[in-house]
């Protein structure tokens, strides 16, 4: 079992909608989490962190549910420029992060 | 802003050659490394550093070799390219500390021929 694993995805979703992604971990000891934004041929970028009690930047909400072990992000009213993959994020001790694979999330006009 | 430099952007090498990516941050962080990137595979870390002079296998280390003797740079050798090494190869680094962010490079796209 991957020790993060997320959907790869392609969702597909006309803009203005509503998407959820969801990373599951498998390390109960994981302590930070986070979800990174890539761009195709791009590096990835720090999207947002996720804290225990939830969080929501503009657009998008992230969720961490340590009992079921997984993490979710909530993208509403999705535009063009939402179109990436976006990578679940988590250290596991240390300095140590593992990155799940990523989905791709396209949004078309 | 942070930035992490990675001087070679597009390499091509032939089998067996010696390849060196070389890697520069600004921000004095303390952590630097290396990870490839694949289809479908995500993100996998090769080695890491958390001070000068001191590295850390990863996940894949098998054919690589890393060197930090300076603070700001980290380089990953591939002391003898194969055509399963050909890949995109990020460099990052972060400071010290739980929730602290990790920075990228741009990306070394490596392909063996």
């Known amino acids: 079992r991957k020790e993060v694993e997320q959907d790869p995805g392609p969702f597909n979703v006309p803009e203005g909608a509503t998407v959820a992604f969801n990373c599951t971990y498998s390390?109960?000891?994981?302590?930070?989490f986070f979800w990174y934004r890539q761009d195709c041929r791009k590096e990835p970028k720090l999207l947002m962190s996720?804290?225990?009690s939830g969080n929501e930047d503009g657009r998008f909400t992230a969720q961490l549910n340590r009992a079921s072990q997984y993490i979710s992000l909530l993208i509403r009213d999705s535009k063009l420029s939402d179109s990436a993959t976006y990578l679940c994020?988590?250290?596991?001790?240390?300095?140590?992060?593992?990155f799940g694979a990523g989905t791709i999330l396209r949004v078309k006009s | 802003d942070v930035k992490v430099t990675q001087s070679s952007r597009y390499l091509v090498k032939r089998t067996g050659e010696k390849v060196f990516l070389e890697c520069v941050q600004d921000m004095d962080h303390e952590n630097m490394f290396w990870y490839r990137q694949d289809p479908g595979l995500g993100l996998r870390l090769i080695y890491f550093s958390y001070d000068v002079k001191m590295k850390e296998k990863g996940d894949i280390p098998e054919g690589y070799s890393v060197s930090r003797e300076k603070k700001e740079r980290f380089s990953l050798i591939l002391e003898s390219a194969s055509t399963n090494q050909t890949s995109m190869y990020l460099c990052a680094s972060s400071s010290t500390g739980a929730g602290n962010t990790i920075y990228f490079g741009e990306g070394s796209w490596l392909t063996v021929v």
């Open positions: 996720v804290y225990s």
């Open positions: 994020v988590v250290k596991v001790g240390g300095n140590k992060l593992v």
């Open positions: 390390n109960s000891a994981s302590q930070s």
